[in-house]
Nanobody
Framework: QVRLVESGGGLVQPGESLRLSCVAS????????MEWHRQAPGEERELVAR???????DYADSVKGRFTASRDYSRNTLYLQMNNLKPEDTARYYC??????????WGQGTQVTVPWGQGTQVTTSS
């Protein structure tokens, strides 16, 4: 039985960083492609990052240059380093195995919350 356990989510301010982890068991980690997805309230789940068994990566346009996926083969662990977090990154983040032994597999997810600021009033004069 494949098991994926995510951790590392939390509440952070805009511009801060988080690193998510996903410990995988019940599979051959060295030959398995893996992904990170996220789902915001009221939205569909979306692909954030892919990392192949060999370590090649691909990212959604919305996170390119800010997020980095990596994997530690000695620990059977997938990571997602998230820098310069924005309020629109608020979502539940899921580890996903798109195909292994005929099935796809999901973790339970970890919540990332980046609140909007109070805002700044801008006044212009004519």
């Amino acid at each position: 039985q494949v098991r994926l356990v995510e951790s590392g989510g939390g509440l952070v301010q805009p511009g801060e960083s988080l690193r998510l982890s996903c410990v995988a068991s019940g599979l051959n980690f060295r030959i398995t492609n893996m992904e990170w997805h996220r789902q915001a309230p009221g939205e569909e789940r979306e692909l954030v990052a892919r990392i192949t068994a060999g370590g090649a990566t691909d990212y959604a346009d919305s996170v390119k240059g800010r997020f980095t996926a990596s994997r530690d083969y000695s620990r059977n662990t997938l990571y997602l380093q998230m820098n310069n977090l924005k309020p629109e990154d608020t979502a539940r983040y899921y580890c996903h195995v798109p195909y292994y032994r005929g099935s796809e597999w999901w973790g339970q997810g970890t919540q990332v919350t980046v609140p909007w600021g109070q805002g700044t009033q801008v006044t212009t004069s004519s």
